[in-house]
């Protein structure tokens, strides 16, 4: 991504961003607008907000961590884009206490609803904060990814408290509080008022290949990319996806 990230980092998020930009391309051409207004939620250092301002639009963050919101001032200052970059504290369920309703181009909604108490709620306010016809960005933990790799790490009994567990976690020490399958997030989106455009697994070979391979054979991050582009949108990988991206339009 156009940010330069490290090749390990790059595989985490290279599916998502190379999605977010053609989607922010089209709302450019659909607006008449070179530059878009953008909210991401839950942003914290700018990983996503930082690349999105060089493109030349405005990025608001929202996210409740200060140091956070620090280090994407600092972030954004080295990139030279912190005219366009705006940080505030809050959360995603008291968004409109700090941002206003209907106005922005696109939301990012990334790594969110694993946190918060009432994920549908924070679905509705990030469809909320666009305007007619916005793209959303969804990104959340995939069940299907954490049952898969608790397996494959010899933790049966975890992968199958993962597989039951109405909030997919696989015990107390879990560090993730929910998952959630593709059908669940579509269904929270649908429900939201956002015309649903395509839904992508996202690292779905990255979190179980061993680090070593990927750092010292030659040329396997580049295949590693290349792989995980090419199943992204089939349906049949989406079950082992540690993570689920969606894409959608806010209905008019």
């Not at 953008?38 to 030349?56: E, I, K, M, S």
């Not at 140091?67 to 809050?90: I, K, P, S, T």
């Not at 369920?93 to 924070?122: M, S």
């Amino acid at each position: 991504m156009s940010d330069q990230l490290r090749p390990r980092a790059s595989l985490r998020t290279a599916v998502v961003w190379d999605v977010l930009k053609d989607a922010l391309e089209r709302r450019v051409k659909a607006t008449g607008r070179d530059a878009l207004d953008v909210l991401d939620t839950g942003g914290g250092t700018g990983n996503f907000a930082v690349p999105v301002a060089r493109l030349g639009h405005r990025v608001t963050v929202v996210d409740p961590s200060p140091n956070a919101l620090f280090a994407l001032e600092r972030r954004a200052a080295e990139a030279a884009v912190a005219d366009r970059v705006r940080g505030v504290q809050g959360d995603i369920l008291g968004l409109f206490e700090v941002v206003d309703r209907a106005g922005y181009d696109a939301v990012l909604c990334h790594g969110v609803l694993e946190y918060v108490d009432d994920p549908a709620e924070g679905v509705r306010h990030a469809v909320e904060a666009l305007r007619p016809s916005g793209a959303l960005s969804l990104l959340g933990a995939g069940l299907g990814g954490a049952v898969l790799a608790r397996a494959l790490a010899g933790h049966f009994t975890e992968a199958r408290q993962a597989l039951t567990d109405p909030a997919g976690r696989w015990g107390e020490g879990d560090p993730v509080p929910r998952r959630f399958t593709a059908e669940q997030l579509t269904e929270l989106v649908t429900a939201a008022g956002v015309e649903v455009g395509a839904v992508h697994g996202v690292r779905v070979f990255a979190d179980l290949v061993p680090g070593v391979l990927v750092d010292t054979e030659p040329g396997a991050v580049e295949a590693l990319l290349r792989l995980e582009a090419a199943v992204a949108e089939l349906p049949a990988f989406h079950a082992v996806a540690t993570q689920l991206h969606v894409l959608g339009e806010k209905r008019v």
